[in-house]
């Protein structure tokens, strides 16, 4: 009899708990959700003729725009409909490769304007236009270390900068932006703040990783082009898409979705989007690494319940048969990266230079070539940078990589009609990796 009361008290104070537990858990990720507060304009969906701009104010108000070609005479001005917090305007019939000014404005008051206040229209394919990205891999841990890359790379890149246009054409990420659990306020601290100045002349694509997965934000924040407004076929949703920026294509898949598997929608959909290509560069980006042995291992099946083993076995594939230049992928926090390689989908043991090292390496490793989109098993260039706000240890001793460093740092990648560049910038401002793609083919010559 005693056993059976003490059974029935457990019982009724593990219900009593755990309804606490979920009870409190609920509420947490609603509370995360929410963040009341400015946050400074961020640009989003470049198009031929047309840029978002979005903001958010700390009360509920009507926004306004304007735009023009001279900060002094903003002569186009779009109002909000309704109140809101959180602020939203596409602005269409730009000209491509124009430079305009814009001031975002409610309630009487201007509360961002001024010269800096900028964007740079994409130019036409056809005029053979220079693309810039910078790459962000994990960088939502705040602080010194994120601040020391983003300054290495922002300085470099105005020592390289190119005549009228900005220090990049896009700011790519590839997951993880906002650490510990994606929340609004860690967004806000830890990814709008410290990039502020450079979101409000450059567009942002980010990239969706685990750690942006754990709050229902990422999306709510962001917008993608899901009807292929952006080019690529329509995804039909936010979770996966395409977009051409001059001569570049650049895909976005998420990892982290149940449909990283054989017949899904994702798949489906890759497959169409590469047969369809008309451009002269693919970039894959993608958050789990098919390839790594820095602080994340591409042979663990146990790690991201095998996400990073599925992203080898199902999409390296079809990546490589569809011609994909190059891969990005974060998770691993540091920089990995291979040459060009094919054919290979198991585990690092059954890696073999002799078999799976494609194309021909010339001074130093850093010129490849060819790497011609007629012949796409001459081969693709898988790069792990994981490390623009945070590096962890690990062996970087994959069989596949040619260079990998325990560092921070980010991507600069510089796309012109026959060359594709990357360079590694650490944040001590050291180039610890350059190397070049070279193509003499064009898509729309064969």
Known sequence: MNKIKFLKR???????????????????????????????????????????VRWQTDEEVQGRIRVGLDPSKLDRTMDEPTAQEEHRFTLDQLQPGQKYFYSVECCHKKLYRGETYWFVMPGMAEQGVKTRLWVLGDPGKGGKDQQAVRNAATDWMRENQRPEKPLAD???????????????????????????????????????????????????????????????????????????????????????????????????????DLAANDRQWIIATLHHPPYTDGSHSSDDKSDSNGRLIKTREILVPILEKGGVDLVLAGHSHGYERTSLINGHYGPSSTYSADKHLKGKVETGGVLFKPALISAPNSGTVYVVAGSSSKVDGGAYNHPAMSVSHKAMGSLVIDVSREQLGVTFISDQSQILDAFTIEKTVRVADQ
């Open 10 to 52: 457990f019982l009724v104070t593990f219900l009593v708990l755990a309804s606490l537990y979920g009870g409190g858990r609920i509420y947490v990720l609603f509370v995360d959700r929410i963040y009341h507060g400015m946050r400074a304009p961020y640009l989003q969906l470049a198009g031929p003729q047309s840029m978002m």
């Open 170 to 272: 896009l700011i790519v990420t590839l997951g993880d932006n906002a650490y510990r659990s994606g929340a609004n306020e860690q967004f806000q601290n830890n990814f709008f703040a410290p990039y502020q100045d450079l979101f409000k002349n450059i567009p942002i694509l980010p990239g969706y990783g685990n750690h942006d997965s754990r709050r229902a934000v990422f999306f709510k924040l962001f917008d993608f082009p899901e009807n292929g407004e952006l080019g690529g076929p329509p995804s039909k949703t936010e979770s996966w898409y395409s977009i051409n920026y001059n001569d570049l294509h650049l895909i976005s898949l998420n990892t982290m979705s149940r449909e990283l598997r054989h017949g899904s929608t994702m798949i489906q959909w890759l497959e169409k």
